[in-house]
C-alpha cells in the first residue's frame, strides 16, 4: 500500500444507497459504495452548494451515478461530470482516488493536499482581485 493512503473506514460501514459524508484533511467528501467498488467525491455540488452525501446512488447503463437531492442533478463517480444539466455551463464534482485493502476503505492524501492549495490559490487571487 502507497504511503500517500490514509485508512478511513471498514467497507461495510459505506452505505449501498446513499453515500457516507467523511472530512478529510479539511476536505468534506462523500463516499459512494457498489459491491467491492467504492467512489470518493467532494461533498459539494457545484451548481447548488449543497452536499451530494445524502444523494441516491444508482447507474446510468455502467455508469456508477449520484443523484444529488436538490434539482436531482445526476453526476458521473468517476469522473465527476454532470450528466444532465444540459442548459448550464459544465461542472465537475472533484474526484478522489480509492482504493480498498483487507475491506478497510483508503483515499490517496496527495489528491486532497492539491485541493487544499488549488482552494487557497483561488482564495488569495479573489482578494487580490478584490
Known sequence: MAPHLV???GLKHVPTRHGAAITVAGVALALFRAGDRV???QDHNPYTGCGVAGG???RVGRTPVVVSPMYHLVFDL????CLNAVDLPQQR???VPVEVVAD???VDVT?????QRDRRDWAVAARVSA
Open 7 to 9: 485508512a478511513l473506514c
Open 39 to 41: 467512489w470518493a467525491v
Open 56 to 58: 441516491r446512488m444508482s
Open 78 to 81: 468517476r469522473t465527476g461530470a
Open 93 to 95: 464534482l472533484r474526484t
Open 104 to 106: 478497510v476503505v483508503h
Open 111 to 115: 489528491a486532497l493536499r492539491a485541493d
